[in-house]
């Protein structure tokens, strides 16, 4: 009976102080995952207003920042650009375009390695001197702390009726 006592003291003992220690464990996964969070939304936005801000600062893609695979996607999942040289030709398009480029970033927020960027875009459409205010949102992919994919989401048509590509009254 004694030993019958203590055998099951010790495994309540053993069983009390495996349960106290794993919430511990999980609970500094989670501040580590939650940093690493922090860190990448922090990257992620200076980076970005760095480029857009700063006169168009296009050399700032660099693989300090991004990954040397980085890839740009269009709404329908397609591949629009790969690497450092294509992601910079991408949206040097933008930057050539524009004049009096402000880029906003309205929210981030993610979890894990996966970023969710609200933004706004506003500028002057070289070509015809019309003003351009247009939101959207981009899914971001993060790799080793660098900018790995990017897919950003606008409405497309709100785009081309502000620059007169197509009438204000196009459905």
């Excluded at 920042?65 to 030709?89: A, P």
Aim: charged share 25%; with cysteine.
């Amino acid at each position: 009976m004694k030993k019958s006592l203590l055998t099951a003291i010790a495994i309540f003992g053993f069983t009390t102080l495996t349960m106290a220690q794993a919430p511990s464990k999980d609970c500094s996964q989670l501040e580590a995952a939650n940093k690493q969070l922090a860190a990448n939304i922090k990257m992620y936005t200076a980076t970005w207003d760095h480029i857009l801000n700063n006169g168009g600062d296009i050399d700032y893609i660099t693989e300090k920042y991004f990954d040397k695979n980085v890839t740009c996607k269009n709404f329908k999942e397609e591949v629009t650009s790969t690497g450092i040289d294509g992601f910079k030709k991408h949206y040097a398009g933008y930057l050539t375009a524009f004049s009096d480029v402000k880029f906003t970033i309205i929210d981030v927020y993610g979890q894990g390695d996966k970023l969710v960027k609200h933004w706004n875009f506003k500028g002057i459409f070289r070509a015809n001197g019309k003003p351009m205010d247009l939101s959207g949102a981009t899914l971001v992919t993060m790799k080793d702390g660098k900018i790995f994919s990017e897919q950003d989401f606008d409405n497309d048509l709100w785009f081309r009726q502000q620059l007169g590509m197509i009438p204000m009254d196009a459905k």
